[in-house]
Antibody
Framework: QLHLQESGPGLVKPSETLSLTCTVS??????????WGWLRQPPGKGLEWIGSIYFTGTTFYNPSLKSQVTISLDTPKYQFSLKLSSVTAADTAVYYC???????????????WGQGILVTVSS | DIVMTQSPDSLAVSLGERATLNCKSSRSVLYDPNNKNYLAWYQQKPGQPPKLLISWASTRESGVPDRFSGSGSGTDFTLTITSMQAEDVAVYYC?????????FGQGTKLEIK
């Protein structure tokens, strides 16, 4: 049974960098069938795709966040990470790491999700 | 960006009755080379992450009860729950995964009447 777990600080100051890590267990991490992705959900609101990374290191980012986002991989540790720079209160959200089905070389649906971590941006 | 619009915003259905949730995309999410609709449905219960119910518009994920079904093609899609159960109370989201950025509908909140 695949398990994903987000970790990182729950409080980040405005203008600083939000850093989260997702640890994967119970399944393959370097296979070609999947991407690993980050999504977020502001309190009481809908879902937003942030970006995704393939086992080769190939990344795709939401254009609305591209200037702020870096997603990286640490394969030996079965981890992938999110960095979001220059955060504001609008970046306050529950952040989810997910496994995404790969199709025609792109990430698609998220078939497995972590529990999520609430990150609040506040001074 | 492809805009996903769900209707209604909320829906109350009696136990055992049918629930019909709609999702409309601003552009077709049908990929002609493989004739697949890049449309998914997720269920999110309070305090939990979303759960993938339906992929490719109509393929039920393993373990999802058969009272859930997805239909539609192109720009118009429907999630149907044939017999509402108490455990189906949740917010349901549709998502298109054809064109980046992948986008979600605003959600339909399903409650018991």
């Amino acid at each position: 049974q695949l398990h994903l777990q987000e970790s990182g600080p729950g409080l980040v100051k405005p203008s600083e960098t939000l850093s989260l890590t997702c640890t994967v267990s119970g399944g393959s991490f370097s296979g070609s069938d999947y991407y690993w992705g980050w999504l977020r959900q502001p309190p009481g609101k809908g879902l937003e795709w942030i970006g995704s990374i393939y086992f080769t290191g190939t990344t795709f980012y939401n254009p609305s966040l591209k200037s702020q986002v870096t997603i990286s991989l640490d394969t030996p540790k079965y981890q992938f990470s999110l960095k979001l720079s220059s955060v504001t209160a609008a970046d306050t959200a529950v952040y989810y790491c997910t496994r995404q089905i790969s199709n025609y070389g792109w990430p698609r649906f998220s078939d497995s999700w972590g529990q999520g971590i609430l990150v609040t941006v506040s001074s | 960006d492809i805009v996903m619009t769900q209707s209604p915003d909320s829906l109350a259905v009696s136990l055992g009755e049918r629930a019909t949730l709609n999702c409309k995309s601003s552009r077709s999410v049908l990929y002609d080379p493989n004739n697949k609709n890049y449309l998914a449905w997720y269920q999110q219960k309070p305090g939990q992450p979303p759960k993938l119910l339906i992929s490719w518009a109509s393929t039920r994920e393993s373990g999802v009860p058969d009272r859930f079904s997805g239909s539609g093609s192109g720009t118009d899609f429907t999630l149907t729950i044939t017999s509402m159960q108490a455990e189906d109370v949740a917010v349901y989201y549709c998502q298109q995964c054809l064109s980046q950025p992948y986008t979600f509908g605003q959600g339909t909140k399903l409650e018991i009447k």
